[in-house]
């Protein structure tokens, strides 16, 4: 009975305190729930900020401050960031990363595709400094302006290259249809100034001709735009014109597409054979294959110091399987690819270096180049003009390919 009664008379004091217990426990939990989340924010951010390190640290700092005490940051916000990704990109130290807003790139690929709006002209940095005209197009302003592959450019309307890079002195250039240009150039001792105004111009990428009744001449200048369809195109024609071996000219040829190479690389070898093994940071290794059989033809491939990445990706497969012999002297060097990621932010494109490629026989011509199978300088003279424009009785290196083909063929 004493049990039942006091059962009885403290029935409803432990209902209360059930009750009251089971507030604490609804606001423990809650406490303890956000204190789970709060730790959980707390280890994403220190986990986010150790992923992204110093550098986004670094950058989130300076922009708060420009953002906040700027006077003029609105006005130029764009430009800012756009300032700030081509900082960046030159930053990394990669010799070909680059940072496009979306009408540079966009520029960037008419170019490419053969047809833009500019001058004609095709220029390279060489190691003293100089900003060599290493091609002018035909039917150009700049050709029409007399302007001459050779010349040494000074001057882009008034800016001299001196304290800027390459890209950066030849954005002098105004680029619009019927913009005028002023470019001083040195040749040979003289200074000369043209008058060059711009428009639509269209380079072509190849170049082709029969150099005895036997022996064909191709040139490919860059693999990009049109040059596949151009290349078959071409080899169509020698072919039907009597062609039995080949004269293929990648001299001065500084690249393009990856996949345009592979492609062109295809027209020469066997099939299924590898073409090129590319190793990268973050993917398996990726390895190429020839899709048909290529013509069977005796090839005089010719390179110089200007022959890279994808030149080099072609001759060091035709080289490899000894379907080409290599004349001329030691290629450029450069054995990476770079790829394009866009910025959604901006619209832009970031071209960083993402892989190295790597020829059939497992060898990477970065740094190094390929060696060709007949060392054959040019003269002095020689070296004043452009390929496409290279007097015949001074193109040693052709005529090396030529008494090659020859010999080869018995004739």
Request: net charge negative.
């Amino acid at each position: 009975m004493e049990t039942e009664f006091q059962t009885s008379i403290t029935q409803e004091p432990q209902k209360r305190k059930r009750r009251t217990g089971t507030w604490k426990l609804l606001v423990l939990w809650l406490l303890t729930l956000a204190l789970a989340v709060l730790l959980a924010v707390l280890i994403t951010y220190r986990c986010v900020k150790a992923e992204s390190g110093r550098l986004t640290s670094a950058i989130s700092d300076a922009e708060d401050v420009i953002r906040s005490r700027y006077y003029f940051y609105d006005e130029n916000e764009d430009a800012l960031i756009a300032s700030a990704l081509k900082g960046l990109a030159a930053g990394t130290g990669d010799d070909y990363a680059y940072y496009y807003t979306a009408d540079e790139y966009k520029e960037m690929q008419k170019q490419n595709e053969g047809a833009f709006v500019g001058i004609g002209i095709l220029t390279m940095l060489e190691d003293d400094g100089t900003v060599r005209v290493m091609e002018v197009y035909a039917d150009t302003p700049a050709s029409e302006a007399g302007m001459e592959a050779g010349d040494a450019l000074i001057e882009i309307n008034g800016v001299s290259y001196e304290g800027l890079d390459l890209s950066g002195f030849l954005g002098n250039v105004v680029s619009e249809d019927g913009a005028r240009n002023e470019l001083k150039v040195r040749r040979g001792e003289q200074e000369l100034t043209f008058t060059v105004i711009a428009r639509e111009v269209h380079t072509p990428t190849v170049a082709s001709r029969m150099l005895t009744d036997t022996i064909g001449y191709l040139r490919v200048t860059a693999f990009h735009g049109s040059c596949v369809d151009e290349t078959k195109a071409a080899l169509k024609t020698l072919l039907d014109s009597g062609m039995k071996s080949l004269v293929l000219d990648l001299r001065d040829n500084l690249g393009g597409s990856l996949y345009d190479a592979l492609d062109i690389a295809d027209l020469f070898l066997p099939k299924d054979r590898v073409i090129t093994s590319l190793r990268s940071k973050t993917e398996e290794e990726q390895t190429f294959y020839t899709k048909t059989d290529g013509y069977d033809l005796r090839i005089a491939l010719l390179v110089n110091g200007y022959s890279a990445s994808a030149s080099e990706l072609v001759s060091g497969a035709l080289k490899d399987y000894e379907v080409a012999y290599l004349i001329g002297t030691r290629t450029f060097g450069k054995g990476i690819v770079q790829s394009y990621f866009s910025i959604p932010e901006t619209d832009g494109m970031l071209k960083i270096t993402t892989e190295a490629y790597y020829t059939p026989k497992g060898v990477c011509v970065h740094g190094t180049g390929i060696e060709p199978d007949q060392t054959v300088e040019l003269s002095e003279d020689a070296k004043k003009y452009s390929i496409s424009v290279l007097p015949f009785e001074l193109d040693t290196q052709l005529q090396a390919a030529i008494a090659y083909l020859e010999g080869q063929n018995g004739e």
